[in-house]
């Protein structure tokens, strides 16, 4: 039996950006992009997913982000996670990925009793792969960044293979251990279409407040009290409630600024368009002979 | 923390000892940021049995090498790494501290940076020191931190204005990396290692490692494909093209992710960068992020069926049309000449 805390990010789809998304400040506006489940931490929602299937125990899902992060959060439990947990406070905007690790490490500790965290390597948002290490560091936790396979699990020792430069090593380790996995480790699971029918219902405290607005014969705790008595209240957590230090979260906690953006302009010149005819392509072939870089 | 310095540390990234090339492409870039800023290049070395390594790392440009040398350290492993980084960034708080964008680099740079509560910024492409105006604030000497952002599509400057510590990982191949004339000598300072029961939560069990599988970098012709081709069947032109040319196959991060080329060949802010002789872009729209990877070649020609695509922007010839067509005559050419 083990517990497993997975790490879940929903991103903006970086495939489809356009210009009026970028901010002033050079932040982003995450509102105005489509928001999908990173895809790497849906591998690691799998992995540990295969951990309970094979040793049993529970698997809980955590995310920092914004109200509409709830929309991913039901999608952990269309794949099979026991519960979701829904870090979010306007205090926690704009942090970078340390005030990031700082909150959800926080949260991790406030779950407590877990063996695994499960994250995904990076997100395609920043693709920085730090958040992990980071978080691990905060929890004084040892870590398996890049991993690609779980070997053995034995009590309290795992071992597993972790790609590095030009190959794999493999390591063991005691647990509790916070584990980054790579896109190629597993493919997910598709919804279980049970789960789709009995968590679609799920709510976040903030969805049953909207749920209760207008509504004067509902009261928000008897709603949050029979959500949760069926296991469909995603709960939230925010900064008070994890009595975070407001210095270390959000804009405040986050040393790394952008001090600029720009879009790119393209250096152009000295371009020369060639026909796509024989002709056309032998003279070029000739040029690139003659200044040796073919042949 | 100490009192602020201006030194620049540069992490020495080695692999069973061998030093890693992005370490010296850093230590070449670290000289200049420290000079501009008036403070010294330090490498830190930790291994086992680093003398040849350390003398490098003195050629290409530290003034002084700290050193932890133990066979503990033999192998890179997160736990004794980070802890004994952070140790000594506690107390002799450099103002800058790059590493390499390498697996290991981006495994304990973070773990680092969490330590020391220190600003990093990940897989930079340019580092600059510049005096810097923030929110009517003036800070002397920043580093300026920059990188393609959101999929590519934007160039961002990263600063780290009120942390005593500035960390950045670097991507491999995008700094230049050249020795100093002459016999250099710089300062060693040994640090002995102390071990922590924590440094043996993870243990090493077996490594597999091939050098230089593929290596693009040295690659003088690269013939790169995208999306744009839009199948695995079609992509083999540009394996087709590469044999004749006599060079190697590579592609764009959006071919890898669609399965149409393995990881190792990705050209790119998130794969390898490039500056061959010849880079011939198929079926490649020319994403910066692409871009970022391979704007350095000597000579650029790409072939793509729409005639705006971003990559004629940095190209010497631009061929539009349909790579189908395109690339078999192309080779149909080269063949005829080489007779």
Known sequence: MYHSIVLVKQVPDTANITGNVMQDDGTVNRAKLPAVFNPEDRVALEMALRVKDQFGGKITAITMGPPRASDMLRECLYMGADQAILVSDRKFAGADTLATSYVLSEAVKKIGGFDFIFGGRQAIDGDTAQVGPQTSEKLHLPQITYLEEILSIEGRTVTARRKIEGGYEVVRCTLPVLVTVIKDAVEPRPFSARRVMSHKGAKSLLEIEKMAEGNSLLYVDQLVHEFESRGLFIKTLTMDDLKLDPERCGVAGSPTKVFKVESVVLSGGGREMVEPTKTGLGKLIDKLMDDHILG | ?339
């Open chain 2, 1 to 339: 923390m100490g009192t602020m310095t201006s030194d620049v540390w540069v992490f020495i990234e080695q692999r069973s000892g061998k030093p890693a090339d992005v370490s010296f492409e850093l230590l070449c870039k670290g000289r200049k940021l420290a000079h501009a800023m008036g403070g010294s290049l330090k490498a830190v070395v930790l291994g086992d049995q680093m003398d040849g390594v350390v003398t490098e790392t003195f050629r290409f440009g530290a003034d002084e090498a700290l050193v932890i040398e133990h066979p503990a350290l033999k192998q890179y492993r997160t736990m004794p790494y980070g802890r004994i980084l952070s140790d000594l960034i506690r107390i002799h708080s450099p103002r800058i501290v790059l590493f390499g964008a390498t697996i290991i680099g981006r495994d304990l740079a973070p773990r680092v940076a969490s330590a020391t509560r220190s600003g990093l910024t990940a897989d930079c492409t340019d580092l600059q020191i510049a005096d810097v105006a923030y929110l009517r604030k003036e800070y002397k000497n920043l580093l300026l931190q920059i990188r393609p952002a959101f999929g590519g599509n934007i160039v961002a400057t990263i600063i780290t204005p009120e942390n005593p510590v500035q960390m950045a990982t670097v991507r491999e191949g995008v700094m230049e990396m050249h020795p100093l004339d002459g016999a250099v000598a710089g300062r060693v300072t040994k640090i002995p290692y102390v071990p922590d029961p924590e440094d043996e939560l993870v243990t090493i069990i077996e490594q597999h490692r091939e050098e230089n599988r593929v290596n693009l970098k040295a690659a003088p012709i690269i013939v790169a494909g995208g999306y744009g081709l839009g199948s695995k069947g079609n992509f083999k032109l540009v394996y087709d093209l590469a044999h004749a040319l006599g060079g190697e196959v590579a592609g764009s991060r959006a071919a890898v992710d669609a399965g149409f080329v393995p990881p190792e060949r990705q050209v790119g802010q998130t794969g390898v960068t490039v500056r061959p002789k010849l880079y011939i872009a198929v079926g490649i729209s020319g994403a910066i992020q692409h871009r970022a990877g391979m704007q350095e070649s000597n000579k650029i020609i790409a072939i793509n069926t729409d005639p705006d695509a971003p990559i004629f922007g940095i190209s010497h010839y631009g061929i539009v049309g349909d790579a189908t067509e395109v690339v078999p005559r192309f080779i149909e050419v080269f063949r005829n000449k080489l007779k």
